[in-house]
């Protein structure tokens, strides 16, 4: 038996159909009583919902929610918490509105309670990220940890199989990576496979019966698994490529993860050979080909130009990804980076063989 650590990190959660009712006995429990609620305004119907149940702890609303969380965003969301005296947050939505949270949270202090409506994962973790002048930076501070979370699987029933699918790439890729980034341990790992497992089952299914809650609660279940791995494990090559893409081309974050993961996995098999097998039993074959194959079933985007990326990006990229691709169990230089975006820029089958010319 290795020696590892293990970092079990605070936070309650509060899972099953219908229990987003409980909004307001769980804000209560964090002591709070003028609440910024922060949630995406397109969808309206959700938005007054929301605003119903909390009721008069609701003393402000933040709905200006674009992805990756642009500084100037973040800084209008915190003056309105500040001029409200708000001392809690309530987000409803996908990653990018628990990231604005977090923004509130980095700078106040105050408590969050999240509700998912994605599969995003951000909300089990205290990593925020915020883009500025075309790059995204992360970081880790507890203070960015919610202290509650709703997870409601009915509030996933109107998200489209075209956005569900890669959303829960994004979930699939937390539990792979958590195998082997640089906090993975066997606590983690054990969650991360059985991620791994319900994710690979019940995605296809949900794609199959949209309007299943029994599979939309499998997939909300496997992505608050990977969530929680990607906590305490944290990221490697995969997210760390997403964030340096977001950043510079503000490419789609959930159709990023179904066209990169498959390439990540294939270039570090070499590197990673005993997690790479047990991820590989858990997917039912080749990890990164079975990813591969995964996308194409739910009818997800496989490859970057598919997605928006320029191909003249590849070669603004590559240095930015050599420098984001230090602490990956297998760092890339130059012509690595420029192999791994190109592959993943043409969509071509994955496999460890187009990296064969590379030193390990």
């Known amino acids: 038996m290795n020696s590892f650590l293990y970092d079990a990190l605070a936070g309650r959660v509060v899972f099953g159909a219908g229990r987003r009712s409980e909004l307001v006995e769980e804000v209560n429990r964090l002591g709070a009583s003028r609440v910024l609620l922060i949630a995406d305004p397109q969808d309206e119907e959700r938005l007054n919902e929301f605003r119903n149940l909390l009721g008069d702890l609701c003393v402000a609303t933040f709905t200006d929610i674009v992805q990756h ?11 309105i918490a500040r001029e409200h005296a708000i001392d809690a947050t309530v987000s409803v939505g996908g990653g990018s509105a ?3 949270s977090k923004a509130v949270a980095l700078e106040l202090g105050t408590p969050q309670l999240c509700v998912p409506t994605t599969y995003a994962g951000s909300e089990m973790t205290p990593i925020w990220g915020m883009s500025e002048g075309g790059e995204k930076r992360t970081g880790r501070d507890l203070r960015a940890l919610p202290a509650t979370v709703i997870y409601d699987p009915e509030l996933t029933l109107g998200l489209p199989v075209k956005i569900a699918g890669p959303s829960a790439m994004n979930a699939l890729a937390h539990a792979a990576e958590a195998l082997y980034a640089t906090g993975a341990n066997p606590i983690t790992s054990l969650v991360a496979l059985e991620a791994v497992r ?3 089952e019940h995605v296809p299914l949900m794609y199959d019966s949209p309007g299943n809650l029994d599979e939309r609660s499998h997939v909300l279940y496997g992505a608050y698994l990977a969530g929680a791995t990607l906590a305490v494990a944290g990221t490697d090559l995969h997210h760390r490529t997403n964030h340096v893409l977001g950043g510079m081309f503000n490419l789609d974050h959930g159709q990023m993860n179904a066209v990169v993961l498959p390439y990540a996995l294939a ?3 070499p590197a990673i050979a005993e997690p790479y097998k047990r991820l590989s039993d858990a997917f039912g074959g080749d990890a990164a080909t079975t990813v591969f194959e995964l996308v194409g079933r739910i009818k997800g985007p496989r490859s970057l130009a598919e997605i928006g990326m320029p191909i003249d990006g590849i070669e603004l990229a590559v240095p930015l ?9 297998r760092p890339l230089n130059a012509d690595q980076a420029r192999s791994f975006l190109r592959a993943a820029y043409e969509g071509v089958v994955p496999d460890a063989s187009l990296f064969a010319s590379h030193n390990v």
């Open 198 to 200: 319900v994710l690979t």
């Open 98 to 100: 628990t990231g604005y």
């Open 267 to 269: 270039f570090n098999k």
């Open 321 to 329: 990804l050599v420098e984001a691709s230090v602490r990956n169990v």
């Open 69 to 79: 969380v642009p500084r100037e965003k973040a800084a209008a969301a915190l003056a």
